[in-house]
């Protein structure tokens, strides 16, 4: 069904910023929420932040203020722009949607943030 692919990490200093993308397969017009995910090594995969249809956004209390999410339908296409990044903020992150009744990850981008 529905392919995720994400893209844009790296690593960057305390400070500094990334741009994540997550291309899905196929249109996103019709999906309500899609999220974004983060796992560190030795942790519990954790919600970094989510967009609706409409533009809504939540955020986890850890990134607020400094991480922005965005969707772009016609490109099927979800960002995550990453502000005042930290050390803390380093995990695999995961864009994530569902879609009739099914539950779709993508493959992880790594984010590192070491000075």
């Known amino acids: 069904q529905v392919q995720l692919v994400e893209s844009g990490g790296g690593l960057v200093q305390p400070g500094g910023s990334l741009r994540l993308s997550c291309a899905a397969s196929e249109s996103i017009f019709n999906i309500n929420a899609m999220r974004w995910y983060r796992q560190a090594p030795g942790k519990e995969r954790e919600f970094v932040a989510v967009?609706?249809?409409?533009?809504?956004?939540n955020y986890a209390d850890s990134v607020k203020g400094r991480f922005t999410i965005s969707r772009d339908n016609a490109k099927n296409t979800m960002y995550l722009q990453m502000n005042d990044l930290k050390p803390e903020d380093t995990a695999v992150y995961y864009c994530y949607t569902t879609r009739g009744g099914q539950t779709y990850w993508g493959q992880g981008t790594q984010v590192t943030i070491s000075s």
């Open positions: 967009i609706s249809r409409g533009g809504s956004t």
